[in-house]
């Protein structure tokens, strides 16, 4: 289901003497008009709001003119196990020959749109911007807390390193840009869920 808009009229409400627009407002992943930010001891966790996503994936004998297209957008596709960020466009793997593609929601909260003209019908794209909650988690120390929250031993994985891994049972993408700052892609059904595992982990460690 597409994100509302907040221009998008529903009713009409009675005030005074006089009607005035009620309309629909986009709401976060948690269920909140905006953003939440945690703060706990040297860790912080941001709801991230702003970024549109799309998976991408190759048809059948479009590899030569999918990668054509691909480099003519300036969208990266990126190897196993890696994200790439780009100018317009990021993208991380997620399986032989399909990526999930990040941009700035502002300028591109129709990913598809943008995408499915240059790609043509050598992809097959799909919105996935309310599919999952985003949560960005930084701080010194995401050695130690993500030691309790995955199987993936961060200490030895590099900058852009993306993979599937398990938080709480939810099957969550793991983003690792540099030694202070992981991103988490996990289902928009569960956000309250995967939020309060990181709470409760990160209480855990200090």
């Known amino acids: 289901m597409p994100r509302l808009k907040s221009s ?12 005035v627009d009620k309309a629909w407002k986009a709401l976060t992943g948690l269920g909140h008009e905006t953003a939440e930010t945690v703060e706990i001891g040297p860790y912080r966790i941001v709801e991230r709001f702003d970024v549109a996503l799309a998976s991408l994936a190759v048809r059948r004998g479009q590899d030569k003119g999918f990668q054509a297209a691909a480099k003519k957008l ?10 790439e960020a780009g100018k317009v466009f990021s993208a991380f793997w997620t399986t032989p020959e399909m990526w999930l593609v990040e941009a700035d929601f502002a300028t591109h909260e129709d990913i ?25 988690v930084s701080g010194a120390g995401l050695v130690a807390l993500f030691e309790r ?30 030694a202070t700052l992981v991103t988490l892609y996990g289902p928009r059904s569960s956000a309250q869920g995967l939020l309060h595992a990181l709470e409760v982990t990160v209480k855990s460690v200090l």
């Open 74 to 83: 300036g969208v990266p596709l990126p190897g196993a196990a890696r994200h």
């Open 8 to 19: 998008a009229r529903i009713s009409l409400i009675l005030r005074g003497s006089v009607f």
């Open 112 to 136: 598809v749109s943008a995408l499915k003209p240059g790609f043509a019908e050598t992809a097959s794209i799909t919105e996935q911007t309310d599919a999952w909650v985003r949560f960005d």
């Open 149 to 178: 929250l995955t199987n993936l031993d961060l200490a030895t994985l590099p900058d852009g390193f993306a993979s599937r891994t398990v938080i709480e049972h939810l099957g969550v993408y793991l983003i690792r840009h540099s």
